[in-house]
């Protein structure tokens, strides 16, 4: 904290609990209140992060090229460049600030979703400070009513969709502690490093690959795959892909109120995939674009908590209802509006 504020750091709070009050993945969190009275959440980042992440990072990349040596199915090199990417971004705690003012644009209007208020004047590149947020972690409430149960799923679901098909945004993290649940079933977002900006074109390809496993059009598909920027995939490889997809989609494909999986499974996607990755292995593998990275990795998250919930909603209307008007110009224009107000740049 004297690193970050200063000698005379404790003087800018009314109090500061120097024992953590929980973990973060590159830090930790204190509970504090502000000279006004005001309760605060101050993340502090562990000393020398960045020199332990980038060592991380280079035996991370030794570890994808052993696995690749005996399992082609797939090709780590684009996945171990989106990590690096976004890992990078999780060490600048300005950069996250700035995550918090564009998700309070985008869900300005979304009552079942609670964000904090970021703390300029008491943040720097490695504290993080804001409003504090009272809730109860989501395992706490697998045991409530249906309906209860049905309203926290919803309210995920739309504070992890609406901002990635209005905006063109993605928290890449449904990670259980970065979130909890307010006694009224509303949802307490608290953590924005990880957050991946598309291109529209990308949420476009999301939407055709949904058409195409409906509508069984393989051009649309095929289309879709490239969008979202795979390239040379044979007839079979697409059919392989397209199983894990049916999965994904299944949901949103029937118009009828039932759980995110019907079956008695209690790992979300686990036997689908191991499908999907030994036929890719036989097919000779394929690379997945750096974007399918936190993609995936939202929607198994989103599963798995949805199937904990054990919800029966019509995910079909819930989808339908965020892409009914999707039109690529309009994203653009509200995603560069939402991006100017948070000061952070346009992705590549």
Not at 87 to 101: A, G, K, P, Q, T
Not at 134 to 142: E, F, I, K, Q, S
Not at 269 to 295: C, D, S, Y
Not at 334 to 340: A, V
């Amino acid at each position: 904290m004297v690193g970050e504020l200063g000698l005379n750091w404790s003087k800018k709070f009314a109090s500061f609990e120097k024992k953590a009050a929980a973990a973060a993945s590159l830090g930790q969190v204190h509970r504090a209140f502000d000279l006004n009275g005001r309760e605060l959440a101050c993340k502090l980042q562990y000393p020398d992060m960045k020199s332990v992440v980038e060592a991380d990072l280079r035996q991370l990349r030794l570890v994808f090229s052993l696995y690749h040596r005996y399992d082609k199915a797939l090709d780590p090199e684009q996945i171990h460049e989106e990590v690096s990417d976004r890992l990078r971004e999780e060490l600048d705690y300005n950069l996250e600030l700035s995550h918090i003012v564009l998700y309070r644009d985008m869900l300005a209007h979304e009552n079942g979703v609670n964000l904090p208020v970021a703390v300029p004047e008491l943040s720097t590149n490695r504290l993080l400070t804001m409003t504090w947020l009272n809730g109860t972690r989501l395992l706490d409430w697998v045991d409530a009513d249906l309906q209860t149960r049905n309203q926290v799923a919803v309210n995920m679901f739309r504070a992890w969709y609406v901002p990635f098909y209005y905006y063109g945004v993605i928290h890449g993290d449904p990670h259980l502690g970065n979130y909890s649940v307010c006694d009224d079933g509303s949802i307490n977002l608290m953590d924005f490093g990880c957050i991946r900006i598309f291109q529209a074109q990308f949420v476009g390809g999301v939407i055709d690959l949904y058409r195409a496993i409906k509508e069984k059009d393989r051009e649309l598909a095929i289309h879709a795959y490239e969008t979202w920027g795979f390239t040379g995939l044979s007839r079979e490889v697409i059919d392989t892909l397209n199983l894990w997809a049916e999965f994904v989609y299944g949901p949103l494909l029937e118009d009828k109120n039932r759980r995110i999986q019907e079956t008695d499974g209690t790992v979300y996607g686990a036997k689908i995939a191991n499908k999907v990755h030994k036929e890719l292995r036989r097919l000779g593998g394929v690379t997945p674009p750096k974007e399918f990275l936190l993609m995936d990795r939202a929607a198994v998250g989103l599963g798995s908590v949805f199937l904990h919930l054990q919800a029966e909603i019509n995910w079909h209307q819930l989808f339908h209802d965020l892409i009914s008007d999707f039109n690529v110009t309009t994203l653009e224009k509200r995603q560069k509006s939402s991006l100017k107000k948070a000061k952070i740049l346009k992705p590549n």
